[in-house]
């Protein structure tokens, strides 16, 4: 398998797809099976105790899936990868793949609401504590980190505050005291790579700019391969403690010749196996048809961002803007030492007329469409106080950012003008 550096060619010829040994097929074939048949039994035997890897039933692997996971892991730089049937099944099969009951996390409180509730609601009755910290401190994580801490959690462009995680200082402490931090990288494909500033995790909901085009929901979960999940035995039993649903297999022990995969070949063994947050081939192929593109579009929606967020700042009906571009001091500092290339296509801002401006502003918009989603090719906009956010206590709301007036907007690839045009008319509007 030839190897590449460049992202714009790893999205096109990465990853285990050349053509298809079978037919030729350039494009990755839509292998639509539930179950693959064996060789012989001998051939059955060896898979099913994972002397070799190989497909047995689409809930646990499939071929298309593993022309997304093996791109995106010469993509993010990783070891391996396991796509998944949403950002969310994602973001829990990171921290259930290591926690059991009476364990804890320290996450970053600038979370997406989903994994806000995830963390604290479901995963607290699962009996896994999340401790949150503000990202503004790194050395929060330290302090809140105890035994039973299993990793560290946050997003590289956190919305709606958007500023963007100190991912080498808090993977740095994690490293100091044993535990991994998982980056949510899902607002900066190819503009971050968190495995390079020291994160073990990556995870995306594929669902937004690797997709590309708001048509399939999924996620992928990226092992760094770079944390010694041995050296801290303790800390990680799922690991290194007999798994009983496998045979007493010890996965830090059992992965040794298939390289440094332990905690995602558990979490696809394991977690998928029993959980079965399986993607479809269908989803995993309209991904790889969106990160083909990805590299061009994200060049596109972050020049368009740019443009935005300069003409919000100087608009008289508008008060605050948000965007990495405008921010100053360590923010800045931040976000040009993670970023390369852009600095994302999201953006908040607040309209002079409050909350009753902000939802005039939104009714108003033509070509933008009012979504609960990011990362589209098109312009998406949204409230969300009265949405996204809208299942958070006011606290909880603005611990995250949001304040009730604040209006975000993912900034898609249509031209500039009337990207511009439809915010002014929409404006005017506001009040
Ligand atoms: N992470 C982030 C940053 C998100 O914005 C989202 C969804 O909006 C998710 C995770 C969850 O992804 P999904 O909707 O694919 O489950």
Redesign the pocket.
Known sequence: MATYSNPETIVLHGGSHRADPNTGSVAVPIHQTTSFQFQDTGHAARLFGLAELGNIYTRIMNPTQDALETRITALEGGAAALAVA???SA?AFTVLNLTEPGDNIVSSTDL?G??WNLFANTLKQMGVEVRFVDPADPEAFARATDARTRAYYA?TLPNPKLQVFPIGEVAAIGRKLGVPLIM?N??APIICKPLQHGAAVVMH?T??WIGGHGTS???IVVDGGNFDWEAGGDRFPTLNKPDPSYHGAVWTQAVKPLGPIAYILRMRTCLLRDLGAATSPFNAFMHIQGLETLPLRLERHCANAIKVAAHLAKHPAVTTVIHPSLQTGESKRRADAYLRGGYGSLIGFEVKSGVEGGKRFIDALKMFYHVA??GDARSLAIHPASTTHSQLSEEEQRASGVTPGYVRLSIGIEHIDDIIADLDQALAAAG
């Open positions: 949403s950002g969310q973001t997406y989903g994994t997003e949510d899902t607002a909901s669902t937004k929901i999924g996620g989603n990011i």
